[in-house]
């Protein structure tokens, strides 16, 4: 039988109190498919019980005007379940073949810029039971003699189950109960927490050799049937050993067949052979019979450890490791060092000369080097010295040491690297060794310091060796060490000095290095040189597209701002209507774009301005017209459902205008009910009184629906001139909802719902919670706290990650939730009533930028205020930093943080405060418990501050 439930997390204030303005969103979770069992738990939550394997359907019901937006997502059930990186933004949330790491808890956020977003949550709590492992072990003392002729046997029996399941033993069918058979123990190691239970045969007798039987139960939970497992005891039972056919280490050309065969030397009953690699899986061409692996044509990519185990479930299993090295050889490069006790970058008569040769080969220590003069092999002499692995290189590498060089040795050397008895290829350098050999120069040509390229075309990067013999290879990189080059690596190595870039883009804008590399010519100091690469691009205007709506015969003004471009000379500027060029006095080049005129009947339409340099054109669209914008349904209206005679309902619809002064006045509605795209019902509805408001509500009762059937409902406001869009949604029959009181929760930044505070949806990137344990091991040094404001590993905090793709000047803003001012005096008549902010801030780097903290007043239109700031390198500690405030109304404390110029400029925030009243030196902030947004005289908890947070919402709305 299917089970709905429907689930509600807390009460919200009546609507009643506050019909006619926009309220904040809330939401309630209603769940039904394969339920098992839904309960309370004993802090009020509610679990959702599912068996492995069935489908979950959990959807989330919202209310709030606008229309709420919705995103579920879901923190663990396990300590092996990471957070959910993914969101689903939709209602109805379904996951078929539900597994055990998919169980926790599961939250639905609903969001429409009102208030606080509204979040509730449900607990999904997957059970399962799998088949039992049974183990059979001997102490360390008994190992002596032949294996079951000792004192003590262990039958090991483990079971992953949820919930915990009850064990039952048996031998040959009949249960074993511990008070009656004194020659068994039944019990629980304490490290296994309830998974396994272990049966102790002490003294073993004759007729404890036997089948035994665990047999594992969840009483019959979610329907899961009770699984069981069989062993059986005998004076010949042994554990496994195996030997492998080839030594540990296998080294094997490419192309070539491996066997490899883990042979079972013992073991009762017969072990089960298994092979696996490390690191990886198998590759896809290995074949496993019996207990040979083989692998086919092997390539590099199928280097690497095998593991062949051996199991028969006694004692513990047998394993043997055998590394598989497929040999390479590639890349053979070479060096020039001259004397280097003398610091010489030029070969000389009477000095040392070293001659190194490398190659990139697997394994590296089975290559063969080989040197040659002048075509006749090499032997060490008091003039020629051999280094087969050079100390003083990279390793793998050889090098011929010439001492007190002669005229005699000036010669052709080479060198070959070769695999004795493989089929791998040798590889050969020849190195002429002259008078003639000299450093490089290296040099960027005339005019070519710096190239300008537009974006998305071609652009070329040169650095020469001018002069030098033998000429080096030219490596490229980008001169701010954090970037990589476009093709994604640090370096890039081009044989004629030449960097090729296809389709430029603005970040690949900046300076280049180039450089002589140390191989393939004199292991001298580097040459180097730099490249600036200029892109240039349109430029950049805001707005790209805007709706600009006005009443009939009224001035508009159409501004198109140039934010950057490349290069900044602007140098055209036109307006377009409906695409034809208006003619006007030419503009102002330097003025930000502006277009004015009166509208009426004849000047609606699409507007362009087209800004030009000389890298191209970019275009602001605007739509004028004086079309009313569209109405808003008021989703949750209270009880909208009355029940007429017989089988008929009516539908209270209500709803709000959007920015109803904007265009001529609103004289009416059309409303349009519709069954299946054919229409009911059409009607014009008159406004008898005056024209719509902001916020407040209007209605119309829609009579003679039938019970169940679903409409769809259209509407669209009349002006005097116009009519505008339509909208739509559908109404349906439903059952009032009552709803439950709210429940009490602790949070801080330690909860995933960040007591309250939200990301601005506004700025460029968003803050990050984290603590010490969930640090990214490979995060920046050098910047960034190690723990919270408390010291401790386990506490969260706020922070901005300035690494990659963040660049300098990205903010991102953190809000806290609305706070309402009922009180517009203070004491004593003192004005407007104070609060207290105060938080924790951390900036240590050498790239920090700046920490604002901003007031947002609500009214008609919000207000940021800056009240406090503080920039660059303020040391390793967290410092407090505290002021006082005084609101006009509802308002919201902002955290703004904009990124410095390099990525070591984490900044972070933690035990944030706003305290009714002024503040006073001794004000603290509790950290253990991570008490934060204090309303009053007291601190109240901040998960509370949801409720509260949305109780002043209402409340400063319907004053």
């Known amino acids: 039988m299917e089970l709905f439930w429907i689930l509600l997390f807390s009460s919200v204030y009546p609507l009643a109190r506050c019909q006619g303005v926009y309220a904040p969103a809330n939401a309630q979770i209603v769940h039904s498919g394969a339920a098992c069992n839904v309960k309370d738990d004993n802090i009020s939550e509610r679990i959702y019980t599912i068996k492995e394997g069935d489908t979950l359907v959990l959807q989330c019901i919202v209310k709030g005007h606008p229309r709420p937006q919705i995103r579920w997502t879901k923190t663990a059930g396990s300590a092996s379940d990471k957070f959910q990186e993914t969101s689903i933004y939709n209602e109805t949330l379904r996951i078929e073949g539900i597994q055990r790491v ?35 072990h001997q102490t360390i003392s008994d190992v002596r003699g032949s294996y079951y002729q000792e004192k003590t046997v262990f039958l090991r029996c483990t079971v992953n189950s949820n919930p915990p399941a009850r064990f039952i033993w048996k031998r040959a069918n009949v249960l074993i109960e511990q008070s009656k058979d004194n020659g068994v123990d039944i019990y629980e190691p304490l490290y296994t927490q309830g998974e396994t239970k272990v049966l102790k045969l002490k003294n073993l007798r004759t007729k404890d050799f036997s089948d035994y039987t665990c047999q594992v139960s969840v009483r019959n939970v979610c329907n899961i049937e009770d699984k069981s497992v069989t062993f059986r005891l005998t004076n010949a039972t042994s554990p496994p050993l195996v030997r492998l056919s080839v030594d540990d ?16 030397t013992a073991g009762f009953p017969r072990p089960n052979v298994m092979w696996a690699r490390y690191p990886g899986l198998l590759p896809l061409n290995a074949q496993v019979r019996g207990a040979s692996l083989i692998l086919r044509a092997v390539t590099p990519m199928d280097a690497g450890f095998y593991n062949c185990t051996a199991v028969n479930n006694v004692g513990n299993p047998a394993r043997k490791n055998v590394n598989v090295v497929v040999r390479t050889m590639s890349n053979l490069t070479f060096q020039i060092t001259p004397d280097s006790n003398k610091d010489s970058e030029t070969i000389q008569m009477g000095r040392d000369l070293k001659l190194s040769c490398h190659v990139d080969a697997t394994p590296r220590d089975k290559v063969n080097y080989t040197w040659y003069k002048n075509a006749a092999l090499v032997f060490n002499s008091d003039s020629l010295i051999l280094l087969r692995s050079d100390p003083d290189m990279a390793p793998g590498t050889s090098s011929l ?27 050969r350098v020849d190195v002429n060794i002259s008078q003639n050999i000299s450093p490089p120069t290296l040099a960027v040509p005339t005019g070519g310091q710096v190239v300008h390229a537009r974006e998305g075309g071609n652009a070329e990067l040169v650095c020469l060796v001018v002069d030098g013999k033998p000429r080096p290879p030219i490596l490229w990189s980008r001169v701010e060490k954090d970037l990589l080059m476009p093709s994604g690596k640090s370096v890039v190595e081009t044989p004629d000095g030449r960097l090729r870039l296809r389709n430029v883009s603005r970040d690949m804008m900046g300076a280049y290095r180039c450089q002589t590399a140390p191989y393939n010519g004199l292991n001298i100091k580097r040459r180097e040189a730099q490249v600036q690469l200029n892109v240039q691009y349109p430029p950049i205007l805001d707005p790209v597209y805007q709706d600009t709506r006005a009443r009939n015969h009224q001035m508009v003004t159409l501004r198109c701002t140039a934010l950057r471009s490349n290069p900044p000379l602007i140098t055209d500027i036109r307006w377009f209507r409906n695409g034809d060029f208006i003619r006007m006095p030419k503009p102002d080049l330097k003025e930000t774009p502006e277009l004015k005129f009166k509208l009426d009947p004849t000047s609606n339409g699409s507007y362009e301005c087209r800004v030009s340099n000389s890298a191209g054109t970019s275009t602001c669209r605007f739509n004028v017209s004086a079309t009313p914008y569209n109405a808003e349904f008021y ?16 539908y209270n619809l209500q709803w709000t205008q959007r920015e109803p002064e904007a265009t001529d006045q609103i004289i009416g509605y059309w409303i349009n009910v519709r069954k299946n795209k054919q229409s009911l019902f059409s009607r014009q509805i008159a406004l008898k009184a005056k024209e719509p408001e902001t916020g407040v509500l209007m209605s119309y009762t829609i009579p003679d629906l039938r019970i169940p059937l679903s409409y769809e409902v259209r509407l669209a406001p009349v002006t005097t001139y ?30 995933e719902r960040m007591c309250g505070f939200s990301q601005d949806r506004s700025d460029v990137f968003d803050w990050t919670r984290q603590n010490h344990l969930t640090q990214n091991p490979k995060r920046s040094a050098n910047t960034g706290p190690e723990t919270d404001r408390s010291g401790t590993k386990e506490g969260y905090y706020m922070y901005i990650e300035a690494s990659r793709p963040r660049v300098q000047g990205d903010k991102a803003r953190l809000l806290s939730p609305l706070f309402n001012v009922t009180t517009v005096r203070g004491p004593k008549g003192s004005g407007r009533v104070p609060y207290c902010v105060s938080f924790y801030y951390h900036m ?7 920490l604002n903290v901003l007031l947002r007043v609500r009214s008609i239109a919000s207000v940021d205020t800056l009240l406090w700031s503080k920039s660059d390198h303020q040391g390793p500690n967290w410092k407090k930093a505290y002021f006082d405030i005084n609101p006009s109304g509802p308002f919201q404390i902002v955290f703004e943080g904009i990124r410095g110029p390099g990525f070591e400029g984490d900044i972070a925030i933690d035990d944030v405060s706003i305290t009714l009243g002024k503040c006073k030196q001794e004000n603290t902030v509790a950290s253990a418990g991570k008490t934060v947004l204090i309303g009053g005289s007291q601190a109240l908890p901040l998960a509370s501050w949801l409720t509260f947070g949305l109780s002043c919402v209402l409340t400063s709305l319907c004053r």
């Open 102 to 136: 998919q169980g926790g808890r599961y939250y639905c956020k609903a969001d429409n810029g009102v208030g606080v977003a509204a979040i509730k949550s449900i607990r999904v709590d997957v059970q399962y039971l799998d088949t039992p492992v049974l183990t059979v």
């Open 249 to 264: 280490t296998v080294v094997v050309d490419p192309g070539q067949d491996v066997i490899i065969t883990c042979e079972v």
């Open 401 to 427: 040491e010439i001492v007190d060089m002669k005229f005699r040795d000036l010669a052709t050397y080479s060198c070959v690297a070769n695999f004795p008895g493989s089929s791998v290829p040798e590889l």
């Open 635 to 650: 989703f949750d209206t209270p009880n909208p459902v009355r029940i007429l005679k017989g089988n008929n309902y009516s």
């Open 722 to 751: 116009t009519t505008g869009e339509y909208v739509s949604r559908i109404i349906q029959y439903s059952e009032p909802y009552t709803y439950p009181r709210p429940s009490d929760h602790v949070c801080g930044f330690e909860d």
């Open 844 to 850: 240590k780097g050498k790239h920090i930028g700046t």
